[in-house]
C-alpha cells in the first residue's frame, strides 16, 4: 500500500491528496475550493435580476403608454390594465427568484441560513407596510400624483433594501444596484409622472438586466 508521502506519477488520486510544495500552493487550493463552493450553493444572478428586470420594462412601460406626460395616451388601453399586468409580473418575479433563492438556503444551515431568510421576510414585510400607508394616502391625491406616490415610493424601496443586502452579503455589485435604482427612481420623480414610468422601466429595469448578467460572469 503506497503511503502518504510518496505519490507516484501514474496514481489516479484527486489532487487534493498530493502534498502541497509550499504556502502559495495551499492558499491557491484553499482560494479554489472556496471558488467552487460558492458556485455550487450560490444562485443563478440571471434568476434572481432577470424577472424582476423585464418585469419592470414591461409593466412600468405600459403605464409609459397609458398614462404618460402631461395625461398623454400612447396606446388606448384599459385603465385597469397596467397595474393588473405590473401586479402579475411582480408575482410572477417573486415566485421565480423566491424559488432560486431558496434551493441554496435549503443546502446551508447556520448564521447565513438565517441572514437569507430575515432579508427575504424583510422585504415582504416591507413592501406591505408601504402599501397599506399608499392605500391611505393615495385617496387624497389626484390620480397623476398618486401613481407617482405607488411608484416612486416602492422603488425607493427597492433600492434601499438592494443596498441593505449589500451590506449583508458584502456584495460590492448588489450596492452599486441599489445606488443606481435610487437615483434612476429620483431623476423620474424629479421628471414627474409619465416620464417616471419611461425612467424607471428604462433604466431601473435595464440596470437589473445587466446586474445579471455581470453577476452571472463573475460567478462562472
Do not use: C
Not at 421576510?121 to 391625491?141: D, G, M
Amino acid at each position: 500500500m503506497p503511503s502518504h508521502d510518496s505519490v507516484s506519477p501514474d496514481d489516479d488520486s484527486p489532487d487534493e491528496d498530493i502534498p502541497l510544495g509550499n504556502p502559495a500552493d495551499a492558499l491557491a487550493l484553499i482560494e479554489r475550493e472556496r471558488a467552487n463552493l460558492v458556485r455550487d450553493i450560490a444562485p443563478d444572478p440571471r434568476l434572481m435580476y432577470w424577472p424582476w428586470g423585464f418585469a419592470w420594462l414591461l409593466g412600468f412601460g405600459l403605464f409609459f403608454l397609458r398614462f404618460g406626460p402631461g395625461g398623454r395616451v400612447y396606446a388606448d388601453l384599459p385603465d385597469w390594465l397596467p397595474i393588473i399586468a405590473l401586479m402579475l409580473l411582480f408575482i410572477a418575479a417573486g415566485v421565480t427568484t423566491g424559488f432560486a433563492g431558496s434551493r441554496p438556503l435549503r443546502r446551508t444551515s447556520g448564521p447565513s441560513s438565517r441572514a437569507g431568510l430575515i432579508y427575504g421576510w424583510s422585504w415582504s414585510i416591507s413592501f406591505f407596510s408601504f402599501s397599506v400607508l399608499f392605500s391611505r394616502l393615495a385617496p387624497e391625491l389626484p390620480d397623476p400624483k398618486a401613481g407617482l406616490l405607488w411608484a416612486g415610493g416602492m422603488v425607493a424601496l427597492t433600492g434601499a433594501l438592494h443596498m441593505a443586502g449589500s451590506a449583508i452579503w458584502q456584495d460590492r455589485q448588489l450596492f452599486v444596484l441599489g445606488a443606481w435604482t435610487s437615483a434612476v427612481n429620483i431623476a423620474g420623480i424629479v421628471a414627474g409622472p409619465g416620464w417616471h414610468s419611461l425612467i424607471v422601466g428604462g433604466l431601473g429595469g435595464g440596470g437589473m438586466i445587466v446586474a445579471g448578467i455581470l453577476g452571472w460572469r463573475r460567478l462562472r
